[in-house]
């Protein structure tokens, strides 16, 4: 990722993970949106419950910030097991991921974030164990080699991937379960706010909330973290209490702008207006042209630039929708017929509710 430590970016510091770390929901009760996945994993851990066997594999995909971890977490805690947290850069070899498996009590969780960044080698000892409980460790090299079957504790694994597309295809069959997060909606990050200024005990106005909510990018990372800057400005500026007045006061101060957008997302947005005239231009073009990776620009930036109605993908290209001239606060194109033909229905519904400021 390409060192952007603004406020509405969704991945966290360890700092920041501390904080997190208290306002984590502990069950699927306290875990706000997410109705579908939420209802499934209830019912499958029940099933597993009933059975007394761990829950089928379960990978969780979506943007940062949106909860997998939290997920995961939750899996354990209501079956009551342990959780061993590790992830895919970490395992390197063959052997770390052998050392991890044989260590699992049975009915654990192993918990293996960012799974799509396991090594090779590893990933395919994964296969047997999560299917038949087994890996094989191959001693020596060459014809002499042997192979030692070894048990594996009946376990769940969870993987959590910002890239379910990078998952090979054997790796992806062998979950039983997956869910997509999606981003949450206003009231949705509200309920979350709602939720985290009663653990922090700050007095949170319901209309101040949903102004922090609007600008939350759809996601519950950055609601909390607005929270805690909104919480400043409220005592330092103000009286303690977060009102409307104070949320848009404060929001104003640290810049965030009535969409949520950051300076990578307002980047890619003016650089696709004013430079490319809206697109359609490339992917690498685009980032070289905001000084980023492509990936950044896809896996940071996009998500939400696309849900929110002002970028949309075409075979031919990034395009900016008339909404985000508006936004950026220039006349969308004059000549609609031409631009229209280069004008795809957005991949995603343009639905997001932008803040009232
Ligand atoms: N549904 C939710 N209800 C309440 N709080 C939530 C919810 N989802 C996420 N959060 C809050 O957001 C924080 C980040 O969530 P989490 O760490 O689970 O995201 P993640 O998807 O694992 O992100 P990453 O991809 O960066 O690892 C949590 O600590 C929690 O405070
Ligand atoms: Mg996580």
Known sequence: MGGEEGLVTAAADAEERAFEAGLRPRTLAEFVGQRKAREQLSIM???ARGRGHPPDHVLFSGP???????LAMIIAQEMAVPLRLTSGPAIERAGDLVAVLTALAPGEVLFIDEIHRIARPAEELLY????????????????????????????????????????????????????????????????VLTRSARLLGLELRPEGAVEVAGRSRGTPRIANRLLRRVRDYAEVRADGIITLEVARAALRVYDVDPLGLDRLDRAVLTALVKRFG????????????????????????????????LLARTARGRVATPAAFTHLG????????????????????????????
């Open 128 to 191: 047997s164990a999560m299917e038949d409980f087994r890996v094989d460790v191959v001693l020596g090299k060459g014809p002499g080699a042997t192979a030692i079957p070894l048990d594996v504790a009946p376990f769940t694994l969870v993987g959590a991937t910002t890239r379910a597309g990078l998952l090979t295809g054997p790796l992806r069959d062998r979950f039983g379960f997956t869910a997509h997060l999606d981003f949450y909606d206003t009231d949705e990050l509200t309920a």
């Open 45 to 47: 851990m029940a099933g």
């Open 278 to 309: 809206g697109g359609p231009v490339g992917l690498t073009t685009l980032a070289v042209a905001v000084g980023e990776e492509p990936d950044t620009v896809e896996d940071v930036a996009e998500p939400f630039l696309l849900r929110a109605g």
């Open 64 to 70: 940062p910030g949106l909860g997998k971890t939290s």
């Open 330 to 357: 220039y006349d969308p194109p004059a000549d609609p017929l031409g631009r229209s033909q280069t004008l795809p229905t957005p991949l995603f519904e343009p639905g997001f509710e932008a803040g009232t400021a």
